[in-house]
């Protein structure tokens, strides 16, 4: 176990669904992130959170919005998404934004039909 | 939390022998290097680290080196065990930075 848990670990969603993406950190950190893994690309960034305000927002479509409550916890909200959104989401966590080791999550499998 | 049937680079190599996994970077400004491994079922672990004012670096079974001349990084596992099986990322960071990049990963398939 890494301290970092996503949920849930599946999900299969219609493009006009809206779903979220939950992830929750039990290191301390202070920092969050998310990336995508698709067949096609490596790991992409998406989102960075340090001290709960968003650093970074990697040109992620809109359809995808992330929600940081506190350093402990990361949502994904995600709606009307595309087939090609369909991929493994990915949660992080490092002691801080500028820190190097990342702790990851599961991820989280996605199917958009 | 494996790669999505990514068409990754494949090594396989019989279990008790030494691998060698390669990466090659792109930044000439990184000076922080990581390598991760990713089973299935899991998302990626932190493996070894090595800054760039060196050129080695040992852990355990692992040892990165780390050739800044041709931008160039590679992992050897000693005594390749069928746990070590798994798809194997390289990432490079700028120190101060919030960016990690993510090489396109290698798989390893360990032989019994």
């Known amino acids: 176990e890494t301290g970092v848990t996503q949920t849930p670990r599946h999900l299969v969603m219609g493009m006009t669904n809206k779903k979220s993406l939950k992830c929750e950190q039990h290191?301390?950190?202070?920092?969050m992130y998310w990336y995508k893994q698709s067949a096609k690309k490596p790991l992409e960034l998406m989102f960075v959170?340090?001290?709960?305000?968003?650093?970074e927002n990697n040109s992620v479509p809109s359809r995808f919005s992330p929600e940081c409550p506190n350093s402990s916890h990361l949502f994904l909200h995600l709606h009307t998404l595309q087939p090609e959104d369909s991929a493994l989401y990915l949660c992080?966590?490092?002691?801080?934004?500028?820190?190097?080791?990342?702790?990851f999550g599961p991820g989280t499998r996605l199917t958009v039909t | 939390g494996e790669s999505v049937g990514l068409h990754l680079p494949t090594l396989s190599v019989q279990e008790g022998d030494n691998s060698i996994i390669n990466c090659a970077y792109s930044n000439s400004a990184s000076d922080y290097f990581i390598w991760y491994k990713q089973e299935s079922g899991k998302g990626p672990q932190f493996i070894i680290d090595i800054r760039s004012n060196m050129d080695k670096r040992q852990g355990q079974r692992v040892t990165v080196l780390l050739n800044k001349t041709v931008k160039h990084l590679s992992l050897q596992i000693a005594a390749t065990q069928p746990g070590d099986s798994a798809v194997y990322f390289c990432a490079e960071k700028e120190t101060g930075g919030f960016k990690t990049i993510f090489g396109a990963g290698t798989r390893l398939f360990v032989k019994a």
């Open positions: 959170y340090n001290f709960k305000e968003q650093t």
């Open positions: 992080a966590s490092s002691q801080e934004e500028r820190g190097n080791e990342q702790y």
């Open positions: 290191l301390g950190h202070n920092a």
